[in-house]
């Protein structure tokens, strides 16, 4: 087989890139190792930036997450009986979308015409430092193999992409959380209009949503939990100790329909390009959750390497690819500043002394009465610009 552009992962990054190329008249094939079925039932992101967004617009995807996203002016922080508001329109004029990752990729699913191939494994990326790279792979025990001008690498934190880069050009920057996040999807309706984190004594906890009928809650826990400990009304009424009161007595609890544990994880590979591979979203970096920054920079580095690409098909240069790498890793580092901050102001630390705890408190009460704390903020969370 021949294409243009081999994308391998079919997760929100690779779907993407995948139908902004299409969409301009460039071949792709998305390779990926699971079924449609199995990515659409993963619950990840719920929060999108304006940014990704106009792409999904760009793309030809967005009339249903015009219709059924939800537009977030701000969010809610508590910390103790404390609660304040951050407002995005007020610091920033661009308001956030909930919408669920699953929706984005089942809408991208839905429009992709170009060919995808799913339970692909042993994908192996070949000659990706010369001029004519390669992709092999098995499907049902058969070794096919793409020829293709370009690699983008999007196929997540496990994938085959980031370690075809030898050692002696990559680097990796890494910082592990000592706790993760319990997530419970459940069917009742979300106890808040707005999002709340909360800092509480007890450890983090946040309140989200996909719709009015269906909420989305996580609270901090330890690494060494499972899934299996966790009944649902431990579950509940831990969240309750965590909110403010008259949020928690507001809670309309019900059965999970989905719960897992994820842990938290600071990671970025440089570089982002080797050769004719270009790694995007989780393949490169990933972020702790608490801000909802990861699907969003996958979609930074889909804009880049998609106007790297047009660029290249359409005017014969090579600037915007060779630019690549730099510009995603310069947006990627403020992201990951971001998201580390947010964590730190929001969660127990296991090693956290009453200084640190002090500090902490310092800095929500700095942020809680601060109109440029608020603004910083609040460019942050609805994403700074491409
Ligand atoms: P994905 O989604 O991991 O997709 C990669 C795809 O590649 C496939 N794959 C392979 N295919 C072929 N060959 C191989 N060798 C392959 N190896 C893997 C995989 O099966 C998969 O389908 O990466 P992508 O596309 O870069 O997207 C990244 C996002 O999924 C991720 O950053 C977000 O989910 C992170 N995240 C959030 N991001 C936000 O922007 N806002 C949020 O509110 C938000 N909440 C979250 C999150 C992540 C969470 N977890 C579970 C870590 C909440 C949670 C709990
Ligand atoms: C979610 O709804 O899953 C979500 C929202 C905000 C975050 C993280 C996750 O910061």
């Not at 996203?69 to 951050?86: A, C, E, N, P």
């Not at 329109?89 to 060919?115: C, F, I, N, W």
């Not at 390669?134 to 085959?160: K, L, M, S, W």
Request: a negative charge.
């Amino acid at each position: 087989m021949k294409t243009q552009v081999a994308i391998i992962g079919g997760g929100p990054s690779g779907l993407l890139l995948g139908q902004l190329l299409h969409k301009r008249g460039i071949d792709t094939v998305v390779l990926e190792r699971k079924t449609r079925d199995y990515v659409l039932s993963r619950i990840r992101a719920g929060v999108l930036e304006q940014g990704l967004v106009d792409l999904m617009e760009e793309a030809g995807c967005g009339d249903r997450m015009q219709r059924e996203g939800i537009r977030h002016d701000g969010t809610l922080i508590s910390y103790g009986d404390q609660m304040f508001r951050v407002d995005f329109t007020e610091h920033t004029s661009r308001p956030v979308m909930v919408y669920g990752q699953t929706e984005v990729t089942r809408d991208l699913y839905d429009a992709r015409t170009a060919k995808t191939v799913f339970n692909v494994d042993q994908v192996r990326i070949c000659d990706a430092d010369t001029d004519a790279p390669y992709v092999t792979y098995n499907v049902d025990g058969a070794p096919q193999r793409i020829d293709c001008d370009f690699v983008a690498g999007c196929d997540g934190f496990h994938g085959v992409s980031r370690n075809t880069i030898p050692l002696s050009v990559r680097r990796e920057y890494e910082k592990v959380y000592p706790f993760g996040w319990l997530g419970v999807l459940s069917e009742t309706p979300p106890v808040n209009e707005e999002l709340i984190y909360a800092n509480s004594d007890r450890g983090f906890a946040l309140c989200s949503m996909r719709n009015p009928q269906l909420s989305r809650y996580y609270i901090q826990c330890s690494l060494a939990d499972s899934v299996a400990d966790w009944t649902d009304d431990a579950f509940w009424a831990e969240l309750k100790r965590r909110l403010p009161p008259d949020q928690a007595q507001a809670l309309v609890t019900g059965p999970s329909i989905e719960k897992s544990i994820a842990p938290l994880r600071s990671f970025v590979t440089e570089p982002m390009r080797w050769g004719r591979l270009f790694l995007c979203g989780d393949a490169a970096h990933i972020v702790p959750p608490t801000g909802a920054k990861g699907l969003n920079t996958a979609a930074s580095d889909v804009h880049y390497l998609y106007q790297g690409l047009r660029q290249y098909y359409e005017d014969g240069v090579t600037d915007g690819i060779d630019a690549y790498s730099e510009q995603a890793l310069a947006r990627v580092w403020k992201v990951e500043r971001f998201s580390w901050w947010f964590s730190s102001l929001m969660h127990r630390y296991p090693d956290q002394s009453e200084f640190d705890l002090r500090i902490q408190r310092a800095e929500l009460e700095f942020l809680r009465s601060n109109a440029a704390a608020q603004a910083a903020m609040a460019q942050n969370y609805v994403g700074l610009p491409y």
